[in-house]
């Protein structure tokens, strides 16, 4: 998604990633990228919840317009219900 986005970009076409990998998407150099610290697969929010997700898509439509330099990265304070530690049981298959 990163290389699609500075192709993109270098064409003149601006774009906002949203993702939960920010090692790997802030190595290849997004231009713009809304951190969401939520499971992989679940970018825009928890499943069911359309405030969180309008609240996602608001931020990454606000960081579009207030970006100001190539490879901004801005959180989102949103959390994964339940268990804090969330991430060492996640997708764990029995």
Request: hydrophobic share 35%; glycine share 8%.
């Amino acid at each position: 998604m990163c290389l699609t986005a500075r192709h993109l970009e270098a064409n003149g076409i601006a774009t906002v990633i949203i993702g939960s990998a920010l090692d790997i998407v802030t190595h290849c150099g997004a231009p713009r990228y809304l951190f969401t610290d939520l499971p992989l697969g679940n970018p825009c929010g928890v499943p069911y919840k359309p405030d969180m997700q309008k609240d996602i898509l608001h931020r990454a439509l606000m960081l579009y317009e207030t970006a100001t330099k190539p490879g901004t990265v801005e959180n989102t304070p949103h959390q994964w219900p339940g268990n804090p530690d969330w991430r060492a049981t996640y997708a764990r298959v029995k």
